[in-house]
């Protein structure tokens, strides 16, 4: 039986990249459900786990790559990653059904995620995230899941019955026996080792295919990889929008572009002997871009608290210029 590492590079992206979104799902669906089993409220779990679930392609990729010495194309990942999920993702969603804006995402969510997006353009300056940089980012990870608990007794019965609709009913029940906890706990196991196993592949075949086109890694980053990693994250928001549920649609957007920076580079950061290097490119044009989205998301955000068609596809039209200058200018 050949081994798959041995198949066409794209082959081996591909095989990687659909490997991930199943292990993605699996972690998502087992850590969401045996963390209502224990009681956590649901609002905790979507702002938390089911964001940090949808960016585990994003942190085995990462991880994966920094290991390997491979320093551009994790950051360029959560660059790219972060711009995929407002400039794109945000914007098809947008366009599909208006998205109205809960007070407490242009109070709370949206000034962190606009500061951890200036915070990584000030860290990367010096051309390289150290592994204390990165300890500051899971710092600041865990004072925002704090603040995120402490908000959740603000928690409405709407949303309840959203996030029951989304993962069942039943698993809105906590105590449901030892079995079915210890089943879920397996699928969340085994999802880490799926998606750990996608991502080991898809940054294989994506080295390669740069090597073979010639196309710098930071770009191939910031493009396929972004675009596959953040594959969960589209399904999960354009299934919410299309069920209309909208605030689980913004949500696990924003909180997903949080935890990318905070947790996922943090992570990576910390995992990477010699810290992540960033490459020129990224740091003067693609980290900075990634920070004037967030920014613009809060004028958006506070304009009749809706997210209108108009704007959404502005967003969109915005993301297929982005994609035009990567391919055609830096390639």
């Known amino acids: 039986m050949p081994n ?7 082959v081996v992206f591909l095989a990687g990249l659909v490997i991930i979104v ?3 799902e699996m972690l998502l669906r087992g850590a969401s459900r045996l963390a209502v089993m224990l009681g956590i409220r649901p609002i905790v779990i979507g702002l938390t786990i089911v964001s940090i679930g949808t960016s585990t392609p994003e942190l085995a990729v990462g991880i994966t790559a920094a290991i390997e010495g491979k320093g551009p194309l994790a950051v ?3 660059a790219g990653a972060n711009i995929v999920n407002i400039l794109l993702i945000l914007g098809l969603s947008a366009v599909i059904r208006p998205l109205p804006i809960r007070s407490l995402t242009v109070r709370i969510d949206v000034p962190v995620m606009i500061t951890s997006a200036l915070t990584l ?5 010096d051309g390289v995230l150290s592994r204390v ?3 500051v980012l899971l710092l600041a990870a865990i004072a925002y899941t704090a603040t995120v608990v402490q908000l959740s ?8 019955r959203e996030f029951a609709e989304e993962y069942g009913a039943s698993a809105l029940k906590p105590g449901r026996g030892a079995a079915r906890g210890a089943w879920h706990a397996l699928l969340l196991l085994a999802g ?3 998606t750990v196993l996608g991502a080991q592949l898809l940054v294989s075949g994506a080295a390669e295919i740069a090597r073979d086109w010639g196309v710098p890694e930071a770009v191939i980053g910031l493009t396929i990889v972004a675009i596959g990693t953040t594959a969960p994250e589209l399904v999960t928001t354009l299934m919410a929008t299309l069920k209309n549920d909208r605030d689980v649609a913004i949500g696990n957007l924003i909180g997903s ?3 990318n920076i905070l947790v996922i580079l943090g992570l990576t950061c910390v995992a990477a002997p010699g810290g992540v290097d960033v490459s020129d490119d990224i740091l003067r044009f693609d980290l900075p871009l990634a920070a004037a989205v967030a920014l613009v998301c809060l004028p958006v955000f506070r304009s009749d608290r809706l997210v209108s068609r108009r704007e959404g596809a502005a967003f969109v039209a915005a993301y297929l210029a982005y994609l035009a200058w990567l391919l055609f200018a830096r390639s």
């Open 121 to 125: 353009v000030v860290m990367a300056w």
């Open 133 to 135: 940089e990165g300890l």
């Open 4 to 10: 798959l590492l041995d198949l066409h590079p794209v």
């Open 153 to 160: 007794r603000l928690e409405s019965a709407a949303m309840r």
């Open 76 to 78: 360029g990942n959560i």
């Open 192 to 194: 880490m080792g799926v």
């Open 22 to 24: 199943v292990g993605g």
């Open 257 to 259: 572009s949080i935890y």
